[in-house]
């Protein structure tokens, strides 16, 4: 008789990125974002006790929740709006997305200080929003207060994706996530930064083993769409047998 030779364990993720994400949140949680200190965000009142109309007072609402829950100081962060693409002139300058789908938010911060833009078709889209505004604090944290970052551009917003994620909001964060109810109306998330689902989902599996909750599935795994939730799972069951091993190394 032949019996099925057990399927060995995989990572969902090149060695190299695992290397990248588990070296990265090290730092992170060893220097800006104490991650058992925050929780898994998730897309419901607990969180966002707010009736989203569309209109502009959702992202103030969004600014200062974020900031509320991440124990950052947004009092001095300029909040604006535009409908496109726009020059800010000298300064630093960053957008989540670039192209047809549009910006979506972007971060500028100079010697006279510091502005979040929210492109307004996110305000039609609570989620959206959400991973927006988080993806632009999280350029604050790094950028605005303590100038790290990469030379590349393309990797800053990579190091930014994974402070968002970091500081609770892989699920906003994922890619093609469930519709969720937190209003009269339901709301669904795009996708919205530069990581993967599959680098969002291990990073989340990661983050569970430095809270030290590894052991069973989280209660909100459910919040996760469909591919991003197998990829957490396969995660789940690869950290639980091959813990992280960080080295320190980083290419800051």
């Not at 726009?86 to 979506?104: P, Q, S, Y």
């Not at 604050?140 to 990579?158: A, F, M, P, R, T």
């Amino acid at each position: 008789m032949f019996w099925k030779k057990k399927q060995e364990l995989s990572c969902p993720v090149t060695p190299e990125d695992k290397e990248w994400i588990e070296n990265n949140l090290d730092w992170l949680d060893r220097n800006l974002v104490e991650l058992a200190h925050f929780p898994t965000i998730l897309p419901t009142k607990d969180f966002f006790d707010w009736k989203f109309t569309g209109k502009q007072d959702d992202a103030f609402y969004v600014l200062a929740r974020i900031g509320e829950l991440c124990s950052i100081n947004i009092s001095h962060i300029q909040l604006d709006f535009i409908n496109d693409q726009l020059d800010f002139g000298n300064g630093l300058l960053t957008a989540i997305e670039k192209g047809e789908k549009g910006i979506g938010g972007l971060y500028f911060g100079d010697e006279d200080g510091e502005a979040i833009t929210i492109e307004k078709k996110q305000l039609d889209n609570p989620a959206s929003l959400i991973a927006v505004m988080a993806h632009e604090l999280s350029h604050h944290v790094l950028i605005g207060l303590h100038d790290i970052g990469y030379s590349d551009e393309k990797e800053n917003e990579y190091l930014t994706d994974l402070t968002a994620v970091a500081y609770g909001f892989g699920i906003f964060l994922s890619d093609n996530a469930t519709i969720y109810q937190v209003s009269s109306s339901s709301w669904r998330i795009g996708k919205q930064g530069y990581l993967p689902p599959q680098v969002i989902a291990y990073a989340m599996a990661v983050i569970q083993y430095f809270k030290g909750e590894i052991k069973t599935n989280p209660v909100w795994i459910d919040h996760l769409d469909k591919k991003t939730k197998k990829y957490f799972l396969q995660s789940l069951d690869y950290v639980r047998v091959h813990p992280p091993t960080p080295t320190g190394h980083l290419n800051w």
